[in-house]
């Protein structure tokens, strides 16, 4: 396996801070995850929120299902991107925004941690953008890739899971392209005893599950300088509903299980279409101008059940009205930014830009046509300026503005029965606020890197949390004070040590909502409170190269979150695993063995936590994979062991989100995956 690590960051220019700034050089915490990393991520999990998981350790540990609501970064929602095109859904939230790629299509993830309002509305925890694969030189190049994965407990055709990929690019004078196609059949799911893993039948789940996805990309150079790229990706996952859930027992320590059956409804599904056509001139009278235009269809289907939210006495006997609800979204925009370096005899630079997005969507009940949500369309114009000042020539100061303004327009509806069939009045909201940043960064040897920054990050709570729970009758849009907007200050200082074969980094951050959110489970549902929150934690990272061939590296995060549950001023209460991830040290060891042998180690613990409410404790787990690969003549081959040592556990969000026996899920036991990559 390669020895490449993720803070390796010399040159790396993140296109996610919309001015190309170098990553060695960001006032906050940055991290990119090279493809390297990613593929060997992959090798052991296909789950993509495993691979953010597993190298980022501010993010909350994978729940192991289609849905990834209280996944995390920095204890506060990440803003979603796809080569800048925004994946979250920030006005309805599904959770679902990690699983619109396959990430074997992906050439490395920026993370920008920390609230910023850069790329606009959604990035509270910071942002995490995902770049696609770019072509390789080359007339016709074609790329294979097989895999398939196995549970050791039971090996049996339930079990069996695989996924196919085929890729072809290439460059031809002023062109270059890139067409990639996968295909993903998960199978049956067993926990460290060798039980299967409880289907997520309403949430979704990514056990028994199908999942495609073609991404298409055309790129032609107009000149030297200007180029001009059109680029789409379509991801499709769906449930096979080949499972039915049986209860766990929490007191007991006994997880929810699955046995074969046919769950009621439509098997739940991710649908996203995104496609983005960009344009760049590198000289336009000496600056550089970035244009993008953008869409992004989404559809998000969850699956049926009884619960008290759906019952309607009108419409059939309560406790037996099996419903779903099926969120979507369409979301139009645009980005514009002009960037002029080398002014004041080369001490400064300077990017402004103008955005625009146009949000639309609702939720209904796929089963009876009911609105749960209704129609809802946000409109959003946003200038902003992004300066890069050297004071001196070890000291650069770094600041910005972003003005943002807003609309959001709710049409008229009626709640549900199990919220007394209230008719709520439509109208609009206007929103206008401007956001600031400010970081200096100071580097008294070119070994040790100083930095400190202050940043706030733009957000909308979840309107539909809000809406389809509204009880009281008179009440209109106008009047609700829990749809203003969330603005978040992430205060962070840090240093950052490059020295031979040594590298690391620390920081300490702090981020504060006056008005914040918190995600609260009733009766099954996810809903939301509004209250003054506050995130606490430190990161800190170490990297040693022992010499050309092997390379280990250590990493730490420490999360604690508070919010105010009484509306007295005072942060007097503990956020939850919905909330929070657990604080977890990640440990790896690559290794060359020879120019054909690599390996991986991967060690990661998760500490105990407890709560507020006692009934929520976090028992910590210690997780060890495995990896090695083998350069054939043709091809490579490839052997990954997940959870090496079969580790019995129950997951993050079992422990400490819900109490409800219905999701306490075993994490996934020990799988052997054989891979074989061939390039011609």
């Known amino acids: 396996m390669s020895g490449t690590d993720v803070q390796v960051m010399d040159s790396v220019v993140v296109s996610a801070s919309r001015s190309n700034m170098a990553a060695d050089k960001a006032p906050q915490s940055v991290t990119i995850i090279e493809k390297e990393e990613i593929q060997q991520q992959l090798a052991i999990s296909g789950n993509s929120s495993d691979v953010l998981a597993n190298l980022l350790p501010s993010y909350t540990p994978s729940r192991g299902k289609m849905n990834g609501s209280g996944e995390t970064l920095r204890g506060r929602t990440p803003l979603i991107l796809i080569d800048g095109v925004p994946q979250s859904n920030p006005l309805r939230p599904t959770g679902r925004e990690v699983h619109t790629i396959d990430f074997g299509m992906v050439e490395r993830i920026e993370v920008v941690q920390g609230a910023n309002a850069i790329n606009g509305l959604g990035a509270t925890g910071g942002t995490i953008n995902i770049v696609t694969r770019r072509p390789e030189n080359g007339s016709f190049n074609q790329h294979i890739d097989v895999q398939a994965t196995v549970p050791t407990s039971k090996l049996d055709g339930e079990g069996f899971s695989y996924k196919t990929s085929y890729r072809a690019d290439g460059r031809s004078d002023d062109l270059d392209y890139l067409f990639a196609i996968s295909w993903d059949d998960q199978g049956l799911y067993r926990d460290g005893k060798g039980r299967p893993i409880g289907a997520d039948v309403t949430q979704g789940d990514l056990m028994d599950s199908q999942a495609y996805d073609f991404m298409g990309k055309l790129g032609w150079w107009l000149t030297d300088e200007q180029r001009l790229q059109f680029s789409v990706n379509r991801y499709r996952i769906k449930s096979q509903g080949n499972y039915v859930g049986i209860p766990g027992d929490r007191q007991q320590g006994i997880p929810t299980t699955s046995e074969r059956g046919d769950p009621p409804g439509t098997p739940a599904w991710n649908d996203v279409?995104?496609?983005?056509?960009?344009?760049?001139?590198?000289?336009?009278?000496?600056?550089?101008?970035?244009?993008?235009?953008?869409?992004?269809?989404?559809?998000?289907?969850?699956?049926?059940?009884?619960?008290?939210?759906?019952?309607?006495?009108?419409?059939?006997?309560?406790?037996?009205?099996?419903?779903?609800?099926?969120?979507?979204?369409?979301?139009?925009?645009?980005?514009?930014?002009?960037?002029?370096?080398?002014?004041?005899?080369?001490?400064?630079?300077?990017?402004?830009?103008?955005d625009t997005l146009i949000d639309k969507g609702k939720q209904d009940l796929y089963g009876t046509g009911r609105t749960?949500?209704?129609?809802?369309?946000?409109?959003?114009?946003?200038?902003?300026?992004?300066?890069?000042f050297r004071l001196l020539d070890d000291l650069t100061l770094h600041a910005g503005v972003r003005h943002e303004r807003a609309d959001l327009e709710i049409d008229s509806y009626q709640t549900l029965a199990r919220y007394n069939r209230v008719d709520v009045q439509g109208g609009k909201l206007k929103f206008d606020d401007t956001l600031f940043n400010a970081g200096l960064v100071y580097s008294p040897t070119k070994a040790v890197t100083l930095f400190g920054s202050y940043s706030e990050g733009f957000g909308m709570p979840d309107v539909g949390r809000v809406l389809r729970a509204i009880n009281t009758p008179g009440t209109t849009i106008d009047s609700l004070r829990s749809l203003e907007p969330i603005v978040t200050q992430s205060v962070e200082v840090g240093a950052r040590v490059n020295h031979g074969d040594w590298d690391g980094e620390l920081s300490v951050f702090q981020s504060d909502s006056d008005f914040g959110t918190r995600i609260v489970p009733v009766n099954g549902a996810f809903m939301m409170s509004r209250e003054k929150t506050r995130i606490q934690g430190i990161e800190a990272a170490v990297g040693h190269r022992i010499n050309q061939a092997h390379r280990v590296k250590l990493s730490y995060a420490y999360t604690r979150g508070r919010y105010d549950s009484n509306d007295d001023g005072r942060l007097d209460a503990h956020l939850d695993g919905l909330n929070v991830a657990p604080n977890r040290l990640i440990a790896t060891w690559s290794a060359d063995w020879t120019d054909k042998l690599g390996s991986f180690l991967q060690v990661q613990h998760a500490f105990d936590r407890g709560f507020d409410d006692p009934a929520k404790r976090f028992e910590g787990y210690t997780l060890v994979d495995a990896a090695m690969q083998y350069k054939l003549p043709r091809g490579t081959m490839r052997l990954a062991v997940s959870n090496l040592f079969d580790k019995q556990y129950i997951t993050y969000y079992s422990q400490s989100a819900l109490v409800e026996p219905a999701r306490y899920f075993a994490g996934r036991g020990r799988t052997v995956t054989l891979g074989y990559s061939l390039s011609f």
């Open 273 to 354: 279409w995104t496609s983005s056509l960009s344009y760049v001139h590198h000289d336009l009278a000496g600056m550089e101008l970035n244009a993008m235009l953008f869409n992004q269809e989404f559809e998000g289907l969850f699956g049926a059940d009884n619960s008290s939210t759906f019952q309607d006495p009108l419409i059939a006997p309560v406790g037996t009205l099996y419903d779903q609800s099926r969120s979507t979204a369409s979301k139009w925009g645009s980005k514009i930014s002009l960037s002029k370096d080398g002014m004041l005899d080369g001490r400064f630079k300077l990017t402004a830009g103008i």
């Open 372 to 388: 749960y949500v209704p129609e809802s369309e946000y409109r959003n114009l946003s200038l902003f300026a992004q300066g890069e």
